[in-house]
């Protein structure tokens, strides 16, 4: 079946550092890739999306180039911010056209510090 | 433009008891999904609905139900409460034509099960 890995954490950095988090899966087909993102008390948010290989999604200084070769699809940011403190989840949603299924990783919990 | 609402946001339910739960997905979204998440087994799909028909479903047991109004608005419902249920419900909803379509998250019900 489809499955998503990604590094658990928690991963703490300073203010400005450059961030990765790593995430692999496994599919059949051709899955669309995500990056939602979890801040405390809250739902998920769409962060950005790559539906096919060599996608590269980006939104608000975060990027992810969607890696058909090497099943990955790793988020990164040059320069982060105390307020990017949140929890990220890694998800594929398989292609079959019919709708909705997202399978999630187990998401990454960040910290940054000031 | 409004949200996914989830009601209740908070619920104290007693075992053996059964419970419903409330999600109004954006407005011409036409896909609804549910999502239990939980410290231990991250988040995982329960069902989706696209114009009031059940169109994929995950690996829950008969215990969980849910159904969807002409107007999108959907419900999902918990019988026989067990204390393994307790957990963050999270609604999603999307356009729903096609599985590459981001999906939008509600702020989730939380749910305990004493």
């Known amino acids: 079946g489809n499955s998503v890995t990604q590094m658990e954490g928690p991963v703490t950095l300073s203010e400005e550092a450059f961030l990765t988090i790593n995430c692999t899966y496994t599919a059949t087909g051709y899955p669309s890739l995500f990056w939602y993102v979890q801040y405390p008390g809250e739902g998920l948010q769409l962060l950005l999306k790559?539906?096919?290989?060599?996608d590269k999604g980006s939104n608000k200084g975060f990027e992810a180039t969607y890696r058909k070769e090497t099943t990955s699809f790793h988020l990164e940011k040059g320069s982060v911010q105390v307020s990017d403190s949140a929890v990220y989840f890694c998800a594929l949603s398989a292609g079959d056209n019919y709708g909705q299924n997202f399978v999630f990783g187990p998401g990454t919990r960040l910290s940054v510090l000031p | 433009k409004a949200g996914v609402t989830q009601t209740p946001r908070y619920l104290i339910k007693t075992r053996g008891q059964q419970v419903t739960l409330s999600c109004s997905p954006i407005?011409?979204?036409?896909?609804v999904s549910w999502y239990q998440q939980t410290p231990g087994q991250g988040l995982q799909f329960l069902f989706e609905y696209f114009s009031e028909t059940q169109r994929n479903k995950g690996n829950f047991p008969g215990r969980f139900s849910g159904r969807q109004f002409s107007n999108s608005r959907s419900e999902m419902n918990v019988s026989t409460l067990e204390l393994g249920d307790s957990a963050l419900y999270l609604c999603a909803s999307s356009r729903g034509t096609w599985a590459n379509t981001e999906a939008f998250f509600g702020q989730g019900t939380r749910l305990t099960v004493v």
């Open positions: 407005s011409g979204h036409r896909s």
């Open positions: 790559a539906t096919k290989a060599d």
